[in-house]
């Protein structure tokens, strides 16, 4: 049982995964079989609570040897609940490759012979068929079993659990899915209250201008924004200007065709492009579309809609695919690598190397392992190399945003935006309920927003309900979450309780990444060499002068530790 006391602490999902990981020995190995697997649901999953989708999976990932945070949409969270399971842990390593089946009844181990070498959504399909439709399946690819470093799981084949981390210790604790099926709703403690308080969020979607956006766009619903900053940069971040954009913007993917909507969430932001003959194909988030399309210079939107594809049926992280072949045509660009040829912009190449990667075949071996064991191959190539500590580096160039450039320096998971989506700074209009960052004068507006965000991402993702509802739509506020939590739990919250369990989670976060020496960094490239053309040409973050400000609006010392009286302050100190 957990202690009571951790639900009013730490929540769920996020804050769960990371008080387990931080009680973990600090030099437990990612590929031990004592390192754990978590899947964490949010402490509203299963209530039937609008909005509240996806699950948290932490552990030790082999990529960055840190803390890992994936997290993915869908079902699944909610049907472990629903199944009597508020927080599930695998640790050790079955002895043949095995599916665990969890119901009401319990939890068995199958042997998955006959499921291996099928993809993540071929996977789920036979699962289904075997279980039953109301079954809900997290599963791995042939990237999974092949051991690529950044290979991830992948919800109902159809979600990716993003960013990487955790694929590779479920492949080697020998599971290749994990099957939920069966339950009753978790009693809500308002259930009326909670019901009125959902159709009035849900109507909001209907008409608020940012979350019709998003339900059309999904996560690509900023590129148009982020290239009008100058932070849309090609080839490996050497070019400020992309002659490709008009073919991977907004105006090109709506066009594309017919949509099918779907997804937990009330704003229904993840999609599917329906083909001529019938089959879905997953529209691109913004990762796909700057990582695949406008990193490796392609300017052809059927390419990256297979390469978006091709990552999900393989089980592989996008923005660590991406960089990773990016990388690698550079390299070959510096003469540090030669064959088989890797030219940029060559669509049907980069296919074929995804499906190279994903099996572990040719250059895909090498390109598997990631770009920080990459770069140690290749000398000379950290100058450009698109990591921070084996994170693989979002493709939003941070260089002329500040926020952005301060969020991949100091982020849980390094090099990755999604931890906190601080970009309300780009929109013309922001939300009615975010504060006016620029009345705290002793405070840069920049690291204000990136904490308010910080804070409200690490709160959506305790509670479980969706990040991109809460970060990207600002469909929610911080006081409805909080009635939200109340209704459900019977527990009374309030949005200054949020903010706390918001800071705590980000707080003991930080207390792991500075216990491995791990320094607030951006890659080479994009700490010092300006942007050379474009809209933001000669822009460059000034880290040196942001990070003091940062740590001391957090409570830290100096160095970015947090002080004792911080930890006091949110009963961290025993922690």
């Known amino acids: 049982m957990l202690p009571t006391a951790w639900r009013t602490l730490f929540g769920g999902g996020r804050g769960l995964t990371a008080?387990?990981?931080?009680?973990?020995?600090?030099?437990?190995?990612?590929?031990?079989?004592?390192?754990?697997l978590i899947f964490a649901p949010g402490l509203l999953a299963g209530t039937g609570a609008v909005g509240t989708a996806g699950?948290?999976?932490?552990?030790?990932?082999?990529?960055?040897?840190?803390?890992?945070?994936?997290?993915?949409?869908?079902?699944?969270?909610?049907?472990?609940?629903r199944a009597g399971v508020a927080l599930l842990?695998?640790?050790?390593?079955?002895?043949?490759?095995?599916?665990?089946?969890?119901?009401?009844?319990?939890?068995?181990?199958?042997?998955?012979?006959?499921?291996?070498?099928l993809d993540t959504v071929s996977t789920a399909a036979a699962l289904r068929a075997e279980y039953g439709d109301d079954a809900h399946v997290l599963a791995l690819g042939p990237a999974g079993e092949a051991g690529v470093a950044y290979a991830t799981m992948v919800v109902d084949g159809r979600y990716l659990v993003e960013p990487a981390g955790a694929g590779a210790v479920m492949a080697n604790k020998r599971i290749k899915a994990i099957?939920?099926?069966?339950?009753?709703?978790?009693?809500?403690?308002?259930?009326?209250?909670?019901?009125?308080?959902?159709?009035?969020?849900?109507?909001?979607?209907?008409?608020?201008?940012?979350?019709t956006d998003v339900r059309r766009f999904g996560s690509a619903a900023f590129i148009n924004l982020l290239n009008d900053q100058g932070a849309v940069t090609a080839r490996n971040g050497q070019d400020g200007v992309f002659g490709g954009m008009l073919a991977l913007s907004r105006a090109t993917l709506g066009l594309r065709g017919k949509q099918?909507?779907?997804?937990?969430?009330?704003?229904?932001?993840?999609?599917?492009?329906?083909?001529?003959?019938?089959?879905?194909?997953?529209?691109?988030?913004?990762?796909?579309?700057?990582?695949?399309?406008?990193r490796c210079g392609i300017s052809d939107l059927e390419v990256v809609l297979l390469?978006?594809?091709?990552?999900?049926?393989?089980?592989?992280?996008?923005?660590?695919?991406?960089?990773?072949?990016?990388?690698?045509?550079?390299?070959?660009?510096?003469?540090?690598?030669?064959?088989?040829?890797?030219?940029?912009?060559?669509?049907?190449?980069?296919?074929?190397?995804i499906d190279k990667i994903g099996r572990k075949e040719g250059v895909g071996g090498v390109l598997s392992l990631g770009v920080g064991e990459m770069q140690a191959i290749f000398w000379g190539s950290e100058a450009f190399a698109p990591q921070v500590?084996?994170?693989?580096?979002?493709?939003?160039?941070?260089?002329?945003?500040?926020?952005?450039?301060?969020?991949?320096?100091?982020?849980?998971?390094?090099?990755?935006?999604?931890?906190?989506?601080?970009?309300?700074?780009?929109?013309?209009?922001?939300?009615?309920?975010?504060?006016?960052?620029?009345?705290?004068?002793d405070v840069p507006v920049e690291v204000s927003r990136l904490l308010w965000h910080e804070r409200l991402a690490a709160a959506l993702d305790a509670l479980g309900l969706c990040r991109r509802w809460g970060l990207l739509a600002y469909a929610i506020s911080p006081a409805e979450m909080a009635e939200l939590a109340t209704l459900a739990t019977g527990v009374k919250w309030t949005s200054a309780n949020l903010a706390k369990l918001g800071e705590r989670i980000v707080t003991l976060e930080r207390m792991m990444l500075t216990r491995e020496g791990v320094r607030d960094t951006l890659p080479k490239r994009w700490r010092e060499t300006p942007i050379g053309e474009g809209r933001a040409a000669g822009q460059l973050v000034d880290l040196a002068q942001l990070l003091p400000q940062y740590y001391a609006a957090h409570g830290w010392d100096a160095s970015g530790q947090p002080s004792e009286a911080r930890l006091q302050s949110l009963d961290l100190a025993a922690s």
């Open 19 to 36: 008080k387990l990981v931080s009680a973990l020995p600090p030099d437990l190995a990612p590929l031990a079989p004592e390192n754990p």
């Open 55 to 81: 699950i948290f999976v932490g552990t030790i990932a082999p990529l960055t040897r840190l803390l890992s945070q994936g997290w993915a949409e869908g079902e699944w969270g909610n049907a472990l609940r």
């Open 89 to 117: 842990i695998i640790a050790g390593v079955a002895e043949e490759w095995s599916i665990i089946h969890i119901s009401p009844d319990g939890a068995e181990l199958i042997p998955a012979a006959n499921f291996l070498g």
């Open 179 to 211: 099957v939920i099926q069966g339950g009753d709703v978790v009693p809500a403690r308002d259930e009326a209250g909670l019901r009125q308080l959902g159709e009035t969020l849900i109507q909001r979607c209907e008409t608020l201008a940012q979350a």
């Open 260 to 294: 099918q909507p779907h997804g937990s969430c009330p704003i229904h932001c993840y999609a599917d492009f329906v083909q001529r003959d019938g089959m879905p194909m997953p529209r691109p988030d913004l990762e796909a579309l700057l990582g695949f399309g406008v």
């Open 307 to 353: 390469a978006n594809e091709r990552c999900l049926r393989l089980g592989l992280d996008v923005t660590a695919t991406a960089n990773a072949i990016a990388f690698l045509m550079e390299c070959q660009q510096q003469g540090l690598h030669r064959t088989p040829p890797l030219p940029w912009a060559d669509g049907q190449t980069l296919l074929d190397v």
């Open 389 to 441: 500590y084996g994170g693989a580096l979002s493709p939003i160039d941070p260089r002329p945003l500040p926020v952005i450039a301060l969020h991949l320096a100091t982020s849980t998971w390094p090099g990755d935006y999604r931890m906190a989506l601080p970009l309300s700074g780009l929109l013309q209009t922001p939300p009615e309920f975010m504060p006016d960052f620029s009345r705290t004068p």
